[in-house]
């Protein structure tokens, strides 16, 4: 039921299962969707498998646009009762955000509850979250998402401020709902506020210690938690199933004796909830900042899967403001797949590493290609730093990994490549003087030694 999918040159059949056929399970939904194109609903069963949901059956209509009051067309409508009815559901999954009145249309056409694909993605969410800042980020995006759908669940009490006593001035329910959940809104926004700024406090001691950070982005369920404990020997919770990550997970690691910062970012999917961009805005700005975005890409996917998945997660970034960061794409999973569609791959991708986390195939390739784009933004340096600089000299141990290191009697001769945004500390050590002004000493003599005497070692001072 892959829609020809299967094949591609994976080993194991198709990126997404059946998921959960079980006719006794306690919430059974029957899948919807419209559209120009015949839809796919593999996501949306994974979805409904990883939110526990077993799925009764699906329905499908071609239409240039969705219904805008029933989403579905009458015809549709009927048929989607008879398959209620023959199929035993008890709720109705739509791939699609509805509108409220959609929603609400749809529920007393069919008699059962109605969610949306949103519902589904923040229920998934509210249940995955680990960490205090996260739960906020969620329980914020579901009341942006419910304060719309306030209107007519409390119809039946809308004139409750009439009778005796009790006229006058006052609040319907739905407005004391509508004023308490906007309290509620506002709370929790200075509350995240507050974790942003813990999150800035965090970062500013990063950047004062100059690590180059790299962040892992990439659709749900690409294999990004694998591949951080791949690099980094970290023991990340993995899982196989949608949006397990949630709140970021920054490790350290090493190429070439330098010490990188590896961040794993919560996944993207299609149709990503605009709620959960903005709510979890701290977030993603982990990959904001980041030096260098190393793209995560299940390669064991069909190739209109791929390209489906690489332009949903460009556009969130684009949407966050982190398009035009640095970044290298990772096709994932590799090990998945055979040699045909490999070669394919590197046709289609020429520029991107083929790696597999699971079984560490190509890590040493990523290692490579991430320290090349590294290196090209390094400035060699050349220095002279006297013994009693001790702090200066193990900063640059840090900072600059390999290096040359010579003893001698005025002090550490250096050579070595750090980031431009850092050589320019280190330029009163330059065996060339200050760029910009007189040779170092006044005259182009070293710490610790007479005016004059490094001219017979000018030309040694700058091999």
């Not at 194109?37 to 979805?47: A, F, H, M, Q, Y």
């Not at 065996?431 to 910009?436: A, C, I, L, N, Y």
Request: net charge negative.
């Amino acid at each position: 039921m892959d829609n020809g999918r299967q094949g591609q040159g994976r080993r194991d059949g198709t990126r997404y299962g059946e998921g959960i056929r079980n006719p006794r399970a306690r919430q059974r939904a029957l899948l919807i969707a419209a559209g120009p194109e015949e839809p796919d609903l593999s996501e949306l069963r994974e979805l409904l498998r990883t939110a526990g949901v077993a799925v009764a059956g699906e329905l499908t209509q071609r239409r240039a646009h969705p219904d805008p009051d029933r989403y579905l067309g009458k015809g549709k409508l009927s048929e989607l009762r008879r398959l209620i009815s023959s199929s035993g559901a008890n709720l109705v999954a739509c791939d699609d955000e509805l509108a409220p009145r959609q929603e609400r249309n749809l529920e007393s056409e069919t008699g059962v509850p109605v969610i949306d694909r949103t519902a589904i993605i923040l229920d998934i969410f509210a249940d995955h979250a680990g960490s205090a800042e996260g739960n906020l980020q969620v329980e914020l995006a579901q009341l942006e998402y419910n304060l719309a759908r306030m209107p007519g669940l409390w119809t039946h009490l809308e004139r409750l401020g009439g009778g005796i006593g009790t006229r006058g001035p006052g609040e319907t329910q739905i407005e004391t709902d509508r004023r308490l959940a906007r309290d509620r809104i506002a709370a929790l926004r200075r509350r995240l506020e507050r974790a942003r700024a813990t999150r800035a406090t965090m970062r500013r001691e990063r950047e004062r210690a100059h690590l180059t950070t790299v962040a892992l982005a990439g659709y749900t369920n690409a294999g990004k938690s694998t591949l951080l404990n791949a690099l980094t020997g970290a023991s990340a919770g993995v899982r196989d199933r949608l949006f397990h990550t949630l709140d970021p997970t920054t490790r350290s690691f090493e190429i070439g004796g330098r010490p990188y910062l590896l961040t794993d970012t919560v996944g993207f999917i299609r149709k990503l909830p605009h709620q959960l961009v903005e709510a979890f805005g701290a977030t993603l700005e982990e990959t904001l900042r980041a030096d260098l975005i190393v793209h995560v890409v299940d390669a064991s996917a069909s190739e209109e899967d791929v390209e489906e998945m690489i332009g949903a997660v460009e556009g969130t970034l684009a949407e966050i403001g982190a398009g035009e960061r640095p970044h290298l794409l990772a096709l994932n999973k590799v090990d998945l797949i055979d040699a045909e569609r490999r070669r394919e791959l590197s046709f289609r991708h020429p520029s991107a590493t083929q790696v597999s986390a699971a079984t560490g195939e190509g890590l040493d390739a990523l290692r490579a290609a991430i320290e090349a784009r590294f290196l090209s933004g390094l400035e060699p340096i050349d220095l002279l730093v006297p013994y009693r600089e001790g702090g200066p000299l193990a900063e640059l141990h840090e900072l600059a990994g390999e290096l040359e290191r010579d003893d001698t009697p005025e002090g550490a001769r250096v050579r070595a490549r750090v980031p431009a945004g850092v050589a320019a500390r280190f330029e009163r050590f330059s065996v060339d003087g200050p760029r910009g002004g007189e040779p170092r000493g006044g005259g182009g003599g070293r710490v610790g030694e007479p005016r004059g005497a490094s001219d017979d070692r000018t030309g040694a001072g700058s091999s």
